[in-house]
């Protein structure tokens, strides 16, 4: 048995958490068997990584610091975790991966792309998205919705840089979409949560169908 390994990925506010949540719901509904998770964090020593990362607390050690941080919170996380859910059939639909690290510490934290790949190889260990979902939004509109999403609380680590820079990531994720266009699929999402959501469906149904999956029961998607 081996299960299918989805990744969302996007800018600040783009949606990830709400479509991951109607994916997972209709994934069920056909009866799979589904792990919703998120990086970093998803295993106990991961999640105690975020807390340092997403506090501003690795920030003053500059952007390899923190792309070695993630890394670690990133090798326990598919060790622990999610290598062990696929190897049982499970579906695993993961909020940030491999391609956060690229825009976020590689990209805008312009590190060499050399270190960044070795990095990469040593936290994953071979285990790629089957399928990976960048939510494509302009970069005004995330920063909106994130502020509103977050109230009176304060911005993380990442929400509060310049929007020049989440400008820059968004552009990032574009680019590693056309470079690879078998795994990422691109979603434009200022469009109804609904809409947005029976797109991915759809391109997870064509997944299941490609790799001999068949539904154990029929269901729909919500509006």
Known sequence: MQGLFITFEGGEGAGKSTQIARLAEYLRGQGDDVLVTREPGGSPGAEAVRHV??????????????????????????????RKALKSGRMVLCDRYIDSSRVYQGVTGELDPALMRAIERAAINGLMPDLTII??????????????RRGAGTADRFEKETIELHHKRRDAYLAIAAEEPERCKVIAADRPAGEIAREIAALVDQLKTSRGIKPKQAVEVTK
């Not at 997403?54 to 060790?79: I, Y």
């Not at 302009?138 to 502020?147: D, M, S, T």
């Open 53 to 82: 990362i997403l506090s501003g607390a690795a920030e003053p050690f500059g952007p390899a610091m923190e792309a070695l941080l993630f890394a670690a919170a990133r090798n326990d996380h598919v060790e622990q975790v999610m």
């Open 135 to 148: 939510l494509d939004l302009p970069a005004e509109i995330g920063l909106q919705r994130a502020n509103a």
